[in-house]
Nanobody, 123 residues
Framework: QVQLVESGGGLVQAGGSLTLSCTAS?????MAWFRQAPGKEREGVSC????????NYADSVKGRATISRDNAKNTIYLQMTMLKPDDTAMYYC???????????????????WGQGTQVTVSS
């Protein structure tokens, strides 16, 4: 089981930006960001393969989010710009060990989850 620790959440004004980080206790995992707002279903935001060569984004953040990873630090990042109040949610980091270099924004694939970091966007 891999341990995941998120950081970087906070309060930001609409139109602003922030970067979330997630550090894993082990390497070679495909990783992703999910979010869940009160009363809403969990949403896959973005994922990145263990090499970093493959990424995917939810339509709701395309053009506003960039996922990246530093394998030397076992850390992934999610840079978000042009933030909207609708981006307000708890953001969770997740990981799974894939047989191939791939990722998914479907939560069903993920075996390990972080505790989450809150992002609040004020209007």
């Amino acid at each position: 089981q891999v341990q995941l620790v998120e950081s970087g959440g906070g309060l930001v004004q609409a139109g602003g930006s922030l970067t979330l980080s997630c550090t894993a206790s082990e390497s070679d995992y495909a990783m992703a960001w999910f979010r869940q707002a009160p009363g809403k279903e969990r949403e896959g935001v973005s994922c990145i393969s263990r090499s970093g060569m493959k990424t995917n984004y939810a339509d709701s953040v395309k053009g506003r989010a960039t996922i990246s990873r530093d394998n030397a630090k076992n850390t992934i990042y999610l840079q978000m710009t042009m933030l909207k109040p609708d981006d307000t949610a708890m953001y969770y980091c997740a990981a799974f060990w894939p047989a191939l270099d791939r990722c998914s924004v479907s939560a069903a694939h993920y075996t390990d989850w972080g505790q989450g970091t809150q992002v609040t966007v004020s209007s």
